[in-house]
Each structure stands twice: as C-alpha cells, then as structure tokens.
C-alpha cells in the first residue's frame, strides 16, 4: 500500500508539471522608444511672405528750380505710400538641437528665396497751376533672405516641441521711384538695390516623426529697416532742361511677415 501511495503521488507532481509547462509564457512589455532632439539636421521649407511698406517721395522749392513754392509739399502728400508687396518663399534649413530633459535648445540658419514684389501710385494737381498735376510712382521687390536664429522651446510630449525664436536677418532691398508731370513732361527717378540687415523674430511648432524626420510650421516677422537715396536728376520741357537744385529724397522699408511649413531630417536617427 505505501508502494502505491507513493507511485500516486509521483504521477500527481509529474501531470501538475506539464500543465504548468503548457501555460503560455507572458510577452516582455517593450518601452515605447522616446524621440531625442540632440543632433545636426537640415530640411527644405515653403510658405508665402507679405508686408505694407512705407514708401516716401519728397522734393524742395529752389528759387532757381522748375517749382513753384506750393508744389512741393502737394508732392509730398501724394509720395506718402504704402506699398503692398506678397510672394512666395522657400529655401533651405540646418541647424542643430541640444535637449536637457522637457527643453530644447538650437541654433538655425536658412537661405530663402524671397519672391516679394509690389508697387503703388498716386497723383495730385499743383495748387499754383490747375488742372495740370504729376504722379508719383513706387516699387518694391526682394528676392532672397538669410536668417540665423537661436531657438528655445519646451516639449509638450516627448515628439512635440513648441518654441521661440529670433536672431539675424539679412535680404537684398530693391526700389524704384518715378515722377512725372502733365504741365512740361518732367520727370525723375531714382532706383535702390541694397542688402540689408536687420532682425526677425517669431514661434512654430515642430512634430518629431520616425526614424530622424520631423514636420514644422512656422511664423516670423522680420524688419529690414529703411533705405533711402536722392537725385537731382530732375528735366523738364523739350528738348529737356535740367535742374538740379531741386534736390530730391526717397526712401524704403521692409518689414514682412512669413508663414512657412518645412521637413527636417536629423543625422543619427531619431531615438
């Protein structure tokens, strides 16, 4: 009897043992990876740019000048423009990223084509010789944009990263100013064609995808300043007579908004 109990008891350990080995093993839960910000990237961006700039056309009285003494400042008033000017933008992106826990920190640098192009137009009468006037006319263009930004933001989740940025810009100043009038076929004209410097600031969001790629959109304002030039280059009647006492003065600033989407690419993966 103690033979058989202890025969039964063998088999009893042996079955639990093989059930137990039938169980299915529990899968390891696997950390889903974290994206890092740390590396050098470089990307393409596109968006449109568009401002209201400030364009002002003047001239003076010479006792020895085409003007009379009125004529000046009806000139003035109608100088006094505002020029529209829109286009698209595009270019190129690098920069490079240092994370420390929830907040990054970088430096960016791009080089945009910069499509700006606008004019305006404005007439008036000479108080001294009604009906007779003259029309002012000005222009505005750019045609590229390089700025260099430090940024700043903080992770809202481990792949998106809200942030500040603002820094250097430069871009290339184009103008050009025409008066002309009804009374003796005057005219003059002056032309600008500059590279300017001047500050851009403005915030995006930036979206960490797979494998180093990452999405951004972006907003930044940048002033240009104000560049200016005169002439003397004044004629009237014909065959032209000229007259350079009445000196003239125009001047031009850039101030643009920009709205743009760009896609990174970071060297040494994502996670």
Aim: glycine residues 12%.
């Amino acid at each position: 009897m103690k033979s058989l109990f202890v025969l039964a008891s063998l088999l009893a350990l042996g079955a639990g043992g093989a059930s137990a080995a039938d169980l299915p093993m529990k899968a390891r839960v696997m950390p889903a990876p974290v994206y890092s910000w740390t590396g050098f990237y470089v990307g393409g961006n596109a968006g449109g740019a568009w401002s209201q700039s400030d364009a002002v056309t003047t001239t003076i009285f010479s006792p020895t000048g085409y003007f009379a003494s009125t004529s000046p400042g009806a000139i003035a008033i109608a100088g006094a423009q505002r020029v529209n000017t829109s286009g698209f933008t595009g270019g190129l992106t690098a920069g490079y990223n240092w994370q420390s826990s929830n907040w990054v920190f970088g430096i960016e640098s791009d080089f945009n084509y910069f499509g700006l192009s606008g004019s305006s137009r404005a007439s008036g009468i000479y108080p001294c010789c009604a009906p007779t006037g003259f029309t002012v006319s000005s222009s505005e263009s750019s045609s590229w944009l390089i700025t260099v930004r430090p940024r700043l933001g903080v992770l809202v989740t481990a792949s998106l990263l809200l942030y500040g940025t603002g820094g250097l810009a430069v871009a290339n100043v184009k103008s050009n100013f025409l008066f002309t009038d009804t009374f003796a076929t005057a005219a003059e004209s002056a032309a600008i064609s500059t590279t300017r410097y001047g500050w851009t600031a403005g915030a995006g969001a930036e979206y960490g995808l797979m494998n180093g790629w990452s999405v951004k959109g972006e907003y930044l304002y940048a002033d240009l300043g104000r560049s200016s030039t005169t002439s003397t280059n004044l004629t009237a009647f014909t065959p032209p007579i000229a007259f350079p006492s009445n000196i003239w003065n125009h001047s031009i600033d850039l101030r643009t908004n920009i709205v743009r989407i760009g896609l990174n690419y970071k060297f040494g993966g994502a996670y």
